[in-house]
């Protein structure tokens, strides 16, 4: 059984940080890909960023593209995602997932955490 575990979330002012963190087993940690993905009110969830197994490649959404940072912690089997320079149409339930592939649809992961919220204020 693959599970995965946010947190890291809250209420932040624009212009700050937030660090989320996904902990899994070390099992999940050293096969799959590790997603980030998040889905605000009334909206489809989206792909924000996923880094790769075995060489940590990383890939972000447009939206984000040097604002967050996607890592992996080895020592602590955990996937993060850290997020800076917020603005408020980052505010939404953001969900960490596992997959086969380096994906960015919602589809191509089989397991996921039952998310964080993070809202951002103007």
């Known amino acids: 059984q693959v599970q995965l575990v946010e947190s890291g979330g809250g209420l932040v002012q624009a212009g700050g940080s937030l660090r989320l963190s996904c902990s899994t087993s070390g099992r999940t940690f050293r096969r799959y890909a590790m997603g980030w993905f998040r889905q605000a009110p009334g909206k489809d969830r989206e792909f924000v960023a996923v880094i790769s197994w ?63 919220q993070v809202t951002v204020s103007s």
């Not at 447009?62 to 992996?72: A, L, Q």
């Not at 850290?82 to 086969?100: F, I, K, R």
């Open 54 to 116: 075995p060489l940590s490649n990383t890939y972000y959404a447009d939206s984000v593209k040097g604002r967050f940072t996607i890592s992996r912690d080895s020592a602590k089997n955990t996937v993060e995602l850290q997020m800076n320079s917020l603005v408020p149409e980052d505010t939404a339930v953001y969900y960490c997932a596992a997959g086969m592939m380096t994906g960015i649809r919602v589809s191509e992961y089989d397991y996921w955490g039952q998310g964080t």
